[in-house]
Nanobody, 121 residues
Framework: QVQLVESGGGLVQAGGSLRLSCAAS????????MGWYRQAPGKQRDLVAG???????NYADSVKGRFTISRDNAKNTVYLQMNSLKLEDTAVYYC???????????????WGQGTQVTVSS
């Protein structure tokens, strides 16, 4: 029904930057919130940043001032610009959207497959 395709992960040195993208496709009536989560080995999946349909953003304290979330509603795409990357940012990053597939259905959460971000010293 809904597919999320992430891109932009990779290996970067500490202090560097990466930009993640996540494009949603399929049967989409409307998208509410969009966001990014991350999961490091042996840890739970935690919220990194979120953005509402109106453009209101929120961030985990650990990334405030370094990461910026944005969205392009015409492309059903959410982005995560990551600057001043630290070793502790290493994780698999997952995007998600809260969306309806029709006017009659409720809001469901959809997840991407994840993209690896590795920060090296």
């Amino acid at each position: 029904q809904v597919q999320l395709v992430e891109s932009g992960g990779g290996l970067v040195q500490a202090g560097g930057s990466l930009r993640l993208s996540c494009a949603a496709s399929g049967i989409i009536f409307s998208i509410n919130a969009m966001g990014w989560y991350r999961q490091a080995p042996g840890k739970q999946r935690d919220l990194v940043a979120g953005i509402t349909s109106g453009g209101v953003t929120n961030y985990a304290d650990s990334v405030k001032g370094r990461f910026t979330i944005s969205r392009d509603n015409a492309k059903n795409t959410v982005y995560l610009q990551m600057n001043s990357l630290k070793l502790e940012d290493t994780a698999v990053y997952y995007c998600n959207i809260d969306a309806r597939t029709s006017q009659r259905t409720g809001i469901q959460r959809w997840w991407g497959q994840g993209t690896q971000v590795t920060v090296s010293s």
